[in-house]
């Protein structure tokens, strides 16, 4: 019997499926419309479809299913939306201020404090209640937990029906007792309530973070347990009954949720963690690019993911994607390990408008898929980037093989009607739509790159998404870099990138120390080696097949964030020792230009102490495609302006084989996506299907 495994990754226009039978190695991939309304009609559509067209002319069952892996952006969206309601938050008597307090930074922008506003609190002040009883930072007791006030608290928010409730006492990282306490109360007074403790979210130190961090899950975590219990249902329903209504016995479909961190859990798992995936589709956009790229000899690439309302940019090093835990979703810090992604207003939907001083301007407001572009011919009234494409030729009249045909006389009358306010010809004006664009993309690749300390232009990038490799030719001019990457079918790379990724989880604990105790760190990398192990048991991995990555932050003494560096497996001794301090020396040097190795005035001090536990999967195979012609045919000529309108030479990607070399000007084009070949490059397919642009070697532009 066949066995397929199928990553679903869900958008606000399209949901993209693939599916890897893992016999044959054989990939297929599909889209179909997304269904915001319920997301899993839209969901299970993808699924039927993409197994319809693996299976060919054979009868279609979920049986042949071993696995499904699903991106969504549900958690993301409704903290960008701000639909956060009815949300409780219970914290340390005499602390109930510290959401109002948080931190003293002004965003960038604002260089003088007076002029910003602080934003709405996640929780108004009225919602919070506070109990007596406190720890110190070591986690001993300094005075009792109040049962009395926990109690009064948990029959407020009952009372007030406020359901979803956030708990964070001071130093539980320490000591979870308090917290577990509270729990137990609220689980008795209050039982409708959902409820996210601290200690389990994130035991780390820095309370407003870790308050922040555990309200945010506890706010989505309502949302995540309903959305992922009707996929499940559906999946059950449809698994037993067919698609044809056939009825069907057997287990569940084992059904998994991409996390933010890179790894994949169980949907039984997941809800009991939701923030884990607030960065699910592009953490999976980013290993999905990594792999592909690494397949191809390019370990450390950049990875830009275009899509209609924004680009995501990541950075792979050694084949591993950059993790972050200071990241944050819309105004909401989330201090928990995610992949390290710059998100930037850029994409086909962003409008092009005249600012006050008469610039044009684009981005970062979108028009999005409904009413999307002018081009799109569904009521859209302002210019887009997508509409500016389509004006200069450089896409074709219609989308996804035709599916979706495009206006192009609304294009140019629009890009006409804007050119004449700003005075420029509708050519320049739209060819200046687009260079805008490129900037905004490279000032993204910049921060995840430069202000990271390193050099862009020693990395290629892989460029995928639907509207990721339309500008690539410009991005390469104006940041250096050696190449960009065009894989095989690109508006799938992230649902492709679902099906690359292991069963992964992250756990920490704050241990704040310039002398650190071997004894002690062992005894904390046990325990969270054992919180680890049980996890990947209930997953269903056998205890030989766990992998257990460790790693720490430090900083010299005196400062206040800190470098994270992975740890050695093994004993706890002193060359342990020595090598961590050694790799945070390297890598500081290598952030911030400087370090202090060999000065023992600055102090060296050790902060969380951070295992992974990982169960591994078999990733799918990349086929190598036959070499061909390397001067391949066009399929047809279209007018197409570049520096000026010349007939084109217009290509099938789908008809090129391994070697072939299309030289600019040209277009090759595609069921999801198309790439431009400016004058002076060139795009050279290679054996396993990926376009690599560059410079034409005879071209010194």
Known sequence: MRSVRIGVDTGGTFTDVVAVDEQTGEITTTKTPSTPANPADGFMEGVWKVLRKAAGAEEVTLEAVSAVVHGTTVATNQLLEDRIADLGFVTTEGFEFILEIARQSVPDGYGNSYFWVKPPRIVPVHRVRTVGGRLDHTGAEVRPFDEERAVEAARWFRDRGITAIGVCFLHSYANPAHELRMREVLEREHPDAVVSISCDVLREYREYERSVTTLVDAA???????????????????????????????????????????????????????????????????????????????????????????????????????????????????????????????????????????????????????????????????????????FLGRVPAHLLGGEIPLDADAARQGIEALAGKIGLTPER????????????????????????????????????????????????????????????????????????????????????????SLAAAAEIFGELEGQAASALDREGFAGEAHVYARSADLRYYGQ????????????????????????????????????????????????????????????????????????????????????????TPIHRRADLAAGAEISGPAVIEEYGSTLPVHPGFTATMDEFGNLEVRRAANDNG
């Open 560 to 647: 206040a964030y800190e470098v994270r560096v992975m740890a050695p497996a093994g004993p706890l001794d002193e060359a342990w020792r020595a090598e961590v301090l050694d790799r945070f020396h390297t890598e500081h040097h290598k952030l911030y230009g400087y370090g202090y190795r060999d000065d023992p005035r600055h102090g060296v001090e050790w902060v969380n102490l951070r295992v992974s536990g990982i169960g591994p999967i078999t990733r799918p195979a990349i086929g190598r495609r036959p070499h061909g012609t390397s001067r391949p045919e066009p399929v047809a000529f279209r007018e197409v302006c570049y520096d000026e309108w010349g007939s």
């Open 429 to 516: 004006t739209a060819a200046g739509i687009l260079e805008i664009s490129a900037f905004n993309q490279s000032n993204a690749i910049r921060q995840i790159t430069v202000k990271r300390g390193l050099d862009v232009r020693d990395f290629p990038m892989v460029a995928f998404g639907g509207s990721g490799p339309l500008l690539v030719c410009r991005l390469i001019d104006i940041l250096g870099l050696p190449s960009v990457i065009v894989p095989p079918d690109p508006g799938n790379v992230s649902a492709f990138g679902l099906l690359t990724v292991d069963v992964k989880n992250d756990y920490v604990r704050t241990f704040v120390t310039r002398d650190l």
């Open 220 to 390: 989505v975590k309502p949302t995540m347990r309903r959305y992922i219990a009707n996929l499940a249902e559906r999946l059950e329903a449809d698994g037993q009954e067919g698609e044809t209504g056939a009825a069907r016995a057997g287990e569940g479909l084992p059904f998994s949720v991409m996390k933010s961190n890179g790894g994949v859990l169980s949907a039984a798992e997941v809800v009991h963690q939701p923030i884990t995936t607030v960065l699910s589709g592009p953490a999976a956009g980013a290993l999905g690019a990594a792999l592909i790229a690494a397949t191809a000899g390019h370990p450390s690439v950049i990875t830009l993911d275009g899509g209609g309302t924004s680009t995501d940019v990541a950075v792979v090093v050694d084949g591993e994607p950059s993790l972050t835990t200071e990241g944050s979703i819309g105004r909401y810090p989330c201090k928990i390990p995610m992949i390290d992604i710059v998100t930037v207003g850029a994409g086909g939907g962003s409008i092009a408008w005249i600012s006050p001083e008469g610039t044009l301007k684009v981005g970062p407001k979108s028009a999005g898929a409904d009413p999307g572009p002018l081009c799109y011919g569904r009521g859209g009234t302002e210019v887009t980037v997508t509409d500016a494409h389509v």
